[in-house]
């Protein structure tokens, strides 16, 4: 099976039935991918499919036969959003994180705060009451947004 | 600058948000295999029979012979055993464990369990196995009432209370060679290492050296206080039997349906009053729901009872309470302990107080709200740190209470107000028995934490960090950490109760104080070059006024309390009388917060779980065990269900707190069942129960 994680090409031999999740985090050791459910309520293994948050519980691997898949690995580890998430306490436990910043990557520039509630519905955390994700996730949109602007105008 | 009383930056490091911390489940060890837990699929009777309906080679199997030791979860008491021998109480009860390398083959190992049924009792009302009873008795309620102008009666119920930490149950048990001696290392999603010791060293005796090691956790909320002994446990008996590494992770509809919730409550109030709105005779009797074994039990009664008459001083109170056995998976901790029951009950009581005096359900709350020298149900005469009437007044002007209320007069829209309290640390003589211990090491940079305190999102690691810092003069970037492990941390005490901040930096504080002497005006760095390395340990003092009996339940219960006062503002729709919260204003004081970023996280997170409480989460029990065991039809709020949250953080510092510091974890979950109940009243829907779903509320008649 190939497919494109994390812009690298990767062949994984793996029952085309097998979730996603499990390819992800056992033949391709990416364990930032969390599993909450196993049943695509609380969006813990939230991953982007050619740029869609899909829950990677619900997922055969065989679903993704040549797309583009990223995890929160392909972030890297410097990213504004992931800084925001701690430094706004948008992360308590830490669980729902990585499906929670995969979910809010997504979002369009200058969403509203509604815009937010509704692109993270799918996305469970029960430490913060989300106010503190709400903050992480418009500041970082403020300041990509402001980023934006600033190299039209150069 | 100081770090306390400021947001610095985390000790959790950006490991969270890249996914590279490590939660058990994200762990292997070489040669490791997968542990499997069969249960029983009746709530009561006896194992007749056991037949493997698989190829047993290449499997572990551990029934309840291969138990060395004891086969009891040493808790309060020890009748809960680790796997049925016989007799089983309830639903999901765990009987037999298997291994094996190959998960789908495990997955698919079919075993037949034949029974011997017995009739099982699931209503506490009808119980007369009582595991814990006490009775808080002051001044004559009896009389009291006989000459009251008036007695109001009710009933409230609440229902379980599903954790839902995002992060399911998980283990792994690593058998480990310690000085020759076969020992087993157990790496876990857990709240309390020391509390998984003490269960296994029952398990198996003094023998195998055991040290548990405390991994990355995802949430607990006291999910993960008594429970995850019973894991590591059958964890450690596969991986001692196996020779391997065995790791046990629940799913969501196994950890749903094996593990605790909250205790079902059924509280009745008798309250006496003047016609000027006087509180005075309270009659309050509690009934918890404890489940097939006794586990937390008598001190969830405990915390429940003593917070049973609310924030309000009266001079003539009985609460009698008793947690009763039926045939279901047994309750247990959960964020509040008791106290989120009882207060829901007393403070809907007050609200109806109200409506029967025709006086403003605020006045009453006023007039009776508990002040410094005023003495609680239990006798403690409270100190300058009451702040009852404090948060109230803030609350009530900073949501114009009375004036939009009233505005929402016809519409179907209101207001409701909740006033609450909660005693922070263990309860009574619970701290001195405790004998809880910190230490701080001097390292080559500055200067190591360790206990046994763990670190489950709510920021343990930064705030003892941050009274360290201050508390010995060092940059906050100067003190780190340590990873609890049983081996190498002191025994601090359990993470729970709302006193990780306030009790455990409190030991913390002064361990930096004797460390900062023998420092004697040198750095950690110039000291470690000069001297070498030393470490400080501490054992806790609670403060040497509390005096409490535990016979007679009179004392002083808590070394202080938080409190708080919530106004939610609520829409329900006239058709599907479906509630939509708009707005919840939660106006707490705890003493000072140590970081206000994250204390402002633990009352807007505790809050929701306090919503979902009052409107949302409904356990269904079919026959013993949870019928609606998964997230589809368990439904915690999203951030859809959640309103605007505005948050108020008042001071009023504990002198015997680390830097005034109170307690603050589990205070608000107190308050949002019974503010939002309360506006559902002011709408006319005589609301008793929780979780308030539409089918409640459709049900309910109106309140005038």
Redesign the interface.
């Known amino acids: 099976m190939k497919f494109v994680l994390n812009g690298a090409s990767t062949d994984v031999m793996a029952h085309p039935m097998s979730r996603l999740l499990d390819v992800l985090?056992e033949e391709c050791g990416?364990?930032?991918?969390?599993?909450?459910?196993?049943?695509g309520?609380?969006g813990?293994c939230t991953v982007l499919v050619n740029g869609e948050p899909v829950c990677s519980c619900l997922i055969p691997v065989a679903q993704v036969e040549s797309a583009d898949v990223v995890?929160?690995?392909g972030?890297?580890?410097?990213?504004p959003?992931?800084?925001l998430?701690?430094?706004?306490?948008g992360?308590?436990?830490?669980?729902?994180?990585?499906g929670m910043?995969m979910a809010a990557i997504a979002l369009g520039p200058s969403p509203t705060l509604d815009d937010?509630?509704?692109a993270?519905?799918?996305?469970?955390?029960?430490?913060?009451?989300?106010?503190?994700i709400y903050r992480a996730v418009l500041k970082w949109r403020e300041m990509s947004d402001v980023n934006v602007s600033a190299s039209a105008t150069r | 600058m100081p770090a306390v009383g400021t947001s610095v930056?985390?000790k959790?490091?950006?490991?969270?948000?890249?996914?590279?911390?490590?939660?058990a489940?994200?762990i292997t060890f070489p040669g490791m295999i997968h542990g499997r837990t069969i249960r029983s699929t009746i709530p009561r009777g006896r194992v007749k029979s056991i037949r493997f309906d698989f190829d047993t080679d290449g499997f572990t199997i551990v029934d309840w012979h291969d138990i060395v030791g004891r086969n009891s979860v040493d808790l309060i008491e020890k009748d809960q055993p680790f796997l049925v021998e016989s007799e089983v109480r309830h639903m999901a009860e765990p009987i037999l464990l298997l291994a094996h390398e190959d998960r789908e083959r495990l997955n698919a190992a079919h075993v037949e369990i034949e029974y011997e049924e017995e009739t099982p009792l699931f209503d506490p009302e009808q119980s007369t196995v009582v595991f814990k009873k006490i009775d808080i008795m002051k001044g004559n309620p009896a009389g009291a009432l006989a000459s009251a102008d008036l007695v109001v009666e009710g009933t409230y119920r609440t229902g379980h209370q599903e954790?839902?930490?995002?992060?399911?149950n998980g283990v792994i048990a690593v058998p480990e060679d310690v000085d020759g001696k076969k020992g087993v290392a157990i790496f876990g999603s857990v709240q309390c290492p020391f509390y998984v010791i003490k269960a296994l060293r029952c398990l198996f005796g003094a023998h195998p050296p055991i040290r548990v090691i405390q991994t990355?956790?995802?949430?607990?909320?006291g999910g993960k206080e008594e429970y995850p002994s019973m894991i590591a446990g059958h964890a450690a008996m596969l991986a001692l039997k196996s020779g391997r590494p065995v790791k046990i992770i629940y799913?969501?509809a196994e950890d749903m349906i094996a593990t605790t919730k909250r205790h079902p409550a059924i509280v009745r109030h008798r309250t006496g009053v003047t016609r000027d709105g006087h509180i005075v005779a309270m009659d309050i009797d509690v009934l918890m729901d404890g489940g097939a074994y006794v586990t937390l039990s008598p001190v969830v009664l405990s915390r429940g009872c003593i917070h049973a008459a609310g924030p309000y001083r009266c001079d003539n109170v009985n609460i009698r309470g008793r947690t009763v056995f039926t045939n279901t998976p047994p309750n247990g901790a959960f964020r509040g302990f008791g106290a989120p029951q009882t207060e829901f009950a007393v403070e809907v009581q007050m609200e109806r107080i109200a409506e029967a005096l025709g006086i403003d359900s605020v006045e009453v709350r006023r007039i009776n709200a508990l002040r410094p020298g005023d003495t609680t149900a239990t006798g403690q005469k409270l100190r300058e740190d009451t702040s009852a009437l404090m948060v109230l007044d803030e609350a009530v002007r900073r949501t114009d209470f009375l004036r939009k209320r009233e505005g929402y007069r016809g519409t179907n829209r209101a207001l409701g107000l909740s006033l609450f309290y909660h005693g922070a640390g263990f309860t009574g003589s619970g701290e001195l028995s405790l004998k809880s211990k910190a230490r701080l090491d001097l390292t080559p940079t500055g200067v190591r934490i360790a206990t046994g305190s763990t670190e489950?999102?709510?920021?343990t690691r930064t705030t003892h960090a941050q009274i360290v810092s201050d508390s010995l003069g060092i940059p906050y970037e100067d003190v780190e950490v340590a990873q609890p492990d049983t081996a190498r941390v002191a025994d601090s005490g359990p993470t729970v109760a709302s006193r990780t901040c306030m009790v455990v930096g409190k030991i913390l504080e002064e361990c930096a104080h004797e460390m900062k002497e023998r420092l004697n005006g040198l750095s950690p760095a110039e000291y470690h070059t000069r001297h070498g390395a030393f470490s400080v340990e501490r054992m806790y003092a609670p403060p040497d006024w509390i005096k409490w009996d535990d016979a007679t339940y009179r004392g002083d219960a808590y070394a202080t309390y938080g409190w708080g006062c919530d106004v939610a503002e609520i829409e329900v729709d006239p058709d599907t009388f479906e509630v939509r919260p708009l707005k919840l204003t939660a106006v707490q004081e705890f003493g000072r917060p140590i970081h206000p970023?994250?204390a402002?996280?633990q009352i807007?997170?505790?809050?929701?779980?306090g919503l979902g409480y009052a409107l949302l989460e409904r356990v269904v029990m079919r026959n013993g065990a949870m019928a609606n065991a998964?997230?589809?039809n368990y439904t915690?709020?999203?951030?859809?269900d959640?309103p605007e949250?505005d948050v108020v953080m008042l001071e009023n510092p504990y002198p015997g707190g680390p830097f005034g510091a109170k307690g603050l974890g589990e205070l608000p979950m107190d308050g949002p069942a019974p503010a939002v109940v309360n506006a559902l009243r002011w709408l006319g829907f005589d609301v008793r129960e929780i979780p308030a779903t539409p089918e409640l509320i459709a049900g309910c008649t109106a309140t005038a």
């Not at chain 1, 972030?75 to 990213?79: A, F, N, Q, R, T």
């Open positions: 985090r990416l364990t930032g991918t969390k599993e909450g459910c196993g049943e309520e609380c813990a995890t929160i690995e972030l890297g580890d410097d990213h959003l992931q800084h998430f701690m430094n706004e306490i992360a308590q436990c830490g669980i729902c994180t990585p910043i937010v509630k509704i993270l519905a799918g996305n469970l955390c029960r430490c913060t009451g989300y106010s503190a | 930056a985390r959790d490091g950006i490991g969270k948000a890249t996914g590279s911390a490590l939660y489940d994200d954790h839902v930490y995002i992060e399911p990355e956790t995802g949430g607990g909320f799913d969501r489950i999102g709510q920021g970023a994250l402002q996280g807007e997170g505790g809050t929701a779980q998964q997230l589809t915690i709020p999203t951030t859809l959640m949250l």
